[in-house]
């Protein structure tokens, strides 16, 4: 049996199908892409027959991807065959993939059918997509709570009428790992043709079972996942591929199987979607979330420093991450402290690792996280005299309306300093940090702007600057939701300026 395991991305399809609002054609063809620089073998684009918009993306990827193979969804009606026929046709290869539902519940109460009549339908609407292609998959919706006879059945009728790639999904997550593996398992044994079609697998993740159970049915012979990245998808989502790609490179011992995916764009590829469709990975995402590459206890940080392996089982780089993180917290010890000033280019004899270490645990207790410049500030400053907030709010007038852009008024105070500027710019927050940036004179961009509301009505705005190509953050909280935004922006810029002192500091010695 070939060792290739085909992977099917249908994000674009029923990924998509489960966000807030569709995507547009522009949105679809750049995920697209990145699919395709991935590697991803076969690229589900979409339900053409679904609206005229969804037609004519499918249309404009079918005619842009060339690498990928492109596939469009068809119900067992002649009218959705020959809509994904229509707008496929611009590909030099594609795939028409067919399905209908085969489970009881499904076909009493959903179709009000029979299964005879669901048998009869699915070969001839396979029978009439051969007219147009080859590559024809179908699916037995609810597979997973279709009888394992009647499954056997199906199959082997729609095998004999030209289906190739036979899918099996879980549409509503309910089976067990070991359940679905024996599932794939009997079909692989009793269907007598299925040495003519490929079994692929389609899981949804309702008990969080979806990775556990593609990776039980490949075990068993399915040789195509279904899945989509980062696990978008109906409901709970479907199987999350970086997850289902990253096992089976990971545990290749065990498994004995491959696919042909460029792992280094794995992490791209999640974010480019995750940005797109406006859906944030949770941070313990695996593979993909902030903190899956990154060690916050200080025995797993010492652990880590020591050997990478003690708590890495996959390289950040090899999905394309430049690197693991250890984050700075209270929960770090003196070994992560002091590699974190190594990268940042201290010597350990420019500093004394001890007074560091333990002024570092009453800011990590008081602050939270702390920063690469906040570590540098508490080792080269002296806390006591020094002024650690150079700029502060002194006054604001903020004027915003319909029909001419913003302005802002602002005093703020920059050291003994009291200056004051206006500026103009699209909305109160543009012409805020213009303002803001004309007086302190530095040369800041925000690339960050987070509000959330407080229980007790106040709101927090965590704010991100580029200021040198480094990073700096601040938060700001207040009633006012501008007031907020100018002590965000003045925290960070104090973030700066102590940077700053510490750099012309350093030079001086
Ligand atoms: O979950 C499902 O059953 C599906 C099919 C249309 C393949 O998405
Ligand atoms: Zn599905």
């Not at 496929?88 to 959903?110: D, G, Q, W």
Request: charged share 25%.
């Amino acid at each position: 049996m070939n060792n290739k395991v085909i992977i099917f991305d249908t994000t674009l399809r029923d990924g998509e199908q489960s966000l807030q609002s569709s995507l547009n054609v522009n949105n679809k063809l750049e995920i697209a892409f990145s699919l395709e620089r991935m590697g991803i073998d076969i690229i589900e684009v979409g339900f053409p027959i679904s609206s005229p918009g969804e037609f004519e993306s499918v249309k404009t990827i079918a005619k842009n991807i060339k690498k990928s193979r492109i596939c469009a969804l068809a119900r067992c009606l002649k009218k959705d065959i020959d809509a994904a026929y229509e707008s496929l046709k611009f590909s030099n290869f594609y795939r028409i993939h067919i399905f209908i539902a085969t489970s009881p519940i499904h076909i009493k109460t959903k179709l009000k059918s029979k299964l005879s009549d669901i048998i009869c339908l699915a070969v001839n609407m396979v029978k009439y997509a051969k007219k147009y292609t080859d590559d024809i998959e179908f699916s037995c919706e609810d597979g997973g709570r279709t009888p394992i006879n009647d499954l056997c059945y199906i199959i082997e009728s729609v095998i004999k009428a030209g289906a190739n790639t036979i899918n099996i999904p879980d549409t509503v997550g309910y089976t067990l790992p070991n359940e679905y593996g024996n599932i794939i398992k009997k079909i692989m044994n009793s269907v007598i043709n299925i040495d003519k079609a490929i079994i692929s697998v389609h899981t949804h993740n309702d008990l969080g079972m979806a990775t556990g159970n593609a990776i039980s049915a490949i075990q068993y012979g399915a040789r195509q996942v279904e899945g989509t990245i980062n696990g978008l998808g109906e409901r709970a989502g479907n199987c999350a591929l970086e997850e289902v790609i990253m096992a089976i490179h990971t545990r290749k011992k065990i498994l004995n199987l491959f696919t042909n995916i460029n792992h280094k764009e794995i992490y791209n590829t999640s974010k480019i979607i995750s940005k797109i469709c406006n859906i944030n990975i949770p941070m313990n995402k695996s593979i993909v979330g902030s903190n899956a590459f990154s060690h916050s206890s200080g025995i797993h940080q010492d652990g880590v420093l020591k050997n990478r392996e003690n708590y890495e089982i996959m390289t950040p780089k090899f999905i394309g991450l430049n690197k693991s993180k250890l984050n700075l917290t209270s929960r770090s010890g003196r070994a992560a402290v002091k590699h974190r000033m190594k990268k940042m280019g201290y010597k350990s004899n420019e500093y004394n690792i001890n007074k560091l270490y333990s002024l570092f645990l009453k800011f990590a207790d008081k602050n939270g996280q702390v920063f690469d410049y906040n570590l540098e500030h508490l080792a080269f400053l002296k806390k006591k005299n020094e002024i650690l907030n150079y700029f502060s709010l002194k006054y604001f007038n903020i004027t915003s309306n319909l029909k001419t852009k913003s302005t802002a008024f602002i005093k703020i105070w920059c050291g003994k300093n009291l200056k004051s500027d206006i500026s103009i710019g699209y909305g109160p927050i543009d012409a805020l940090y213009k303002v803001i940036k004309k007086i302190t004179l530095l040369n800041i961009k925000i690339i960050k702007y987070k509000l959330k509301f407080q229980n007790n009505n106040k709101k927090k705005i965590s704010i991100t600057l580029i200021y040198n190509n480094r990073k700096f953050y601040g938060i700001g909280i207040d009633y006012d939701i501008l007031k907020s935004s100018i002590i965000s922006i003045i925290n960070a810029l104090n973030n700066i300026w102590l940077s700053n002192k510490v750099k012309t500091k350093l030079k001086k010695i």
